[in-house]
């Protein structure tokens, strides 16, 4: 899609790290010294920072956020609040992963039409859906923004449901009250893939819970499905945060609030400076509920709008440009009608939004598309 080399990249991964190249280097010797590769002491220590900045009683490191997902359904399953084959309500338009860890569980991922403003999903809708299988609902905080918490949980409680949130893209969103993403409902998954908020330099993730019952066997499953050493009490995985990459995030956590304050400054000036009718940029009340790991616009064009921006030398992703239903991988999907979706998955574009920016380069960003 994108093979063009853009002079405003859409991520900067190089230069967002090189901040941290020299305590990074410190703490490299430091872990070297340790003798411990494996669920060591940063990995402890991160666990404990992420929860509390959280608000959430436990964190559990993992290998990534899919494992984090697929191992919170596994680990309800094992609890018996969820019987395998059961129904998960999730949004139709988020990363296949969230399905992906559903059909990993077992379980039967009931797919849902988001709301077009919010890209998130809908709780107008997701009654409709509620079945007599029907365990959990699924919502994803697409592209940083919190999905309707208050609402999913007043669902599950009517219901009966639990709800456990994708947060993948969404480290430090707070809702109105400041309580934040992975507080919000009975367990949440996180990523720190390299290019998410909170990135590692290379592959991890967490579960957040104050639920002791699914920390527990979220720890175990993770590690083998030991309960303790060389006791094995379940059918587990090898899928556990690594030392290396924790010793990396407790750095960078260190600055997430204010790495997510000026993200929030920059999608500010976007919303304020960027005025063309046929670029419709996504709605914000301008509240902490929204971290921007993504600046998503709709446009009704956007081969030619990518055209345009190629030759402009602006980079660019579509997040996403298939819809899950629509993936050969999820066949048996494929005859859902889901018109939101697909309107969704034909007109986003993302434009480069990430700390590394410049100011003249955001300024050249807004010319050039006030200028299509
Ligand atoms: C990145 C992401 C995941 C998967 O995380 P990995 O660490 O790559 O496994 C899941 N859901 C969403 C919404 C994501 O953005």
């Known amino acids: 899609m994108t093979d063009f080399l853009p002079s405003i990249p859409f991520l900067n991964l190089t230069k967002i790290n090189r901040a941290y190249d020299p305590i990074f280097k410190e703490r490299f010797s430091d872990f070297v010294q340790s003798g411990v590769y494996v669920k060591g002491k940063a990995v402890a220590d991160f666990e404990r920072d992420f929860a509390a900045f959280c608000g959430a009683q436990y964190c559990i490191g993992v290998g990534n956020g899919l494992d984090a997902l697929t191992l919170i359904l596994k680990g309800y399953i094992i609890l018996g609040a969820i019987n395998p084959g059961d129904e998960v ?60 918490m208050t609402a999913m949980n007043e669902i599950a409680k009517k219901h009966n449901l639990l709800v456990i949130s994708d947060a993948a893209q969404a480290h430090g969103a707070k809702d109105e009250h400041g309580k934040m993403a992975g507080s919000l409902c009975d367990a949440a998954s996180f990523s720190f893939y390299p290019t ?56 960078k956590l260190k600055n997430l609030e204010r790495d ?19 670029i419709h940029l996504p709605a914000w009340d301008g509240s902490e509920n929204h971290v921007f790991h993504l600046f998503v616009v709709r446009v009704a064009d956007r081969k030619e709008f990518c055209t345009y921006l190629e030759n ?56 050039v598309l006030n200028q299509y």
Do not use: C, W
């Not at 290379?202 to 590690?223: F, H, M, P, Q, W």
């Open 260 to 278: 997510n304050n000026k993200r929030r400054a920059l999608a500010k000036k976007y919303l304020s400076l960027i005025n063309n009718d046929k």
């Open 89 to 148: 309500l999730v949004a139709a338009n988020t990363f296949i992963a969230t399905i992906l860890s559903i059909k990993q569980a077992g379980l039967t991922p009931i797919l849902i039409e988001p709301d077009h403003v919010s890209f998130t999903m809908n709780p107008y809708h997701v009654e409709n859906y509620i079945s007599d299988k029907t365990r959990v609902l699924l919502p994803t905080h697409l592209y940083g923004q919190l999905a309707a």
């Open 312 to 367: 402009s030398g602006i980079g660019y992703l579509i997040h996403y440009p298939i819809p899950p239903h629509k993936q050969k991988a999820l066949q048996e999907l494929s005859s859902l009608v889901l018109p939101i979706t697909e309107k969704i998955h034909d007109e986003v574009v993302s434009i480069p939004l990430h700390i590394g920016l410049e100011d003249q380069e955001v300024m050249h960003i807004i010319n």
């Open 196 to 251: 998410k908020n909170l990135g590692a330099l290379g592959d991890g993730g967490a579960v957040t819970t104050s639920d002791k019952k699914l920390a527990e066997v979220v720890r175990s499953i993770g590690n083998y499905g030991v309960s303790s050493k060389y006791k094995n009490q379940y059918i587990g995985v090898n899928s556990r945060l690594d030392e290396l990459q924790a010793v990396f995030l407790i750095e």
